[in-house]
């Protein structure tokens, strides 16, 4: 059986988003912003970022960094940098990341909530020089906070990321959705839908 990947209008037909929010998020994307997608676990992160990726110009290239073969490459403009737990350190395994992302040299990176790297590490490095779409838990209201603790990031890279988009999961009846969506300026959350 095979894995069903979510497009845009999926999440619009199961309520998982509204039209005006994914326009918004495309435009973001056509404009090379960088992403921060964060929520509980089972929230739909990866759905989105999957959804999101239907909104890449086939002629971009995307590299996505995860581990044990959890993303599926469901375009021919997608790259797989699949990383898992070795007996190399973590430094090496960064360092084998950042070396290849340079020589795909990508449009976007996406980056699927992971351990197996130095993801700090990654962001400092490469920010500057491409897109990026980053997923991370956020179990509170305090998303920066959240954040910056469970990808493990400094203030100054929080702040380089120009939006959030923030899922939320209701446990009684597994609907996930896109709750809010911020900018980041000035170091501060914006909401802007």
Not at 76 to 91: A, L, P, Y
Not at 166 to 175: A, P, Q
Request: proline residues 3%; charged residues 35%.
């Amino acid at each position: 059986m095979g894995v069903y990947v979510f497009t845009p209008e999926d999440l619009i037909r199961y309520g998982s988003a509204r039209p005006e929010q994914l326009e918004l998020l495309r435009e973001k994307i056509l404009e090379k912003k960088d992403i921060l997608i964060v929520g509980t676990s089972r929230s739909g992160k990866t759905k989105l970022v999957e959804a999101l990726l239907h909104y890449v110009p086939d002629e971009w290239k995307v590299a996505v960094v995860t581990a044990y073969g959890e993303f599926k490459p469901f375009r021919e403009n997608i790259e797989i940098v699949d990383t898992v737990f070795d007996k190399r350190s973590t430094d090496k395994r960064t360092d084998e990341v950042i070396e290849k992302l340079r020589r795909i040299n990508p449009d976007y990176v996406v980056i699927d909530t992971l351990h197996t790297v130095n993801v700090p590490r990654i962001l400092d490095e490469l920010i500057d020089e491409y897109a990026f779409i980053v997923t991370s838990l956020a179990l509170t209201d305090d998303i920066k906070g959240e954040v910056m603790h469970w990808l493990r990031i400094s203030e100054d890279v929080f702040n380089r990321f120009d939006v959030v988009v923030v899922m939320k999961r209701d446990f009684r009846t597994g609907l996930r959705v896109v709750d809010r969506i911020y900018a980041i300026k000035n170091g501060q959350l914006v909401r802007i839908m």
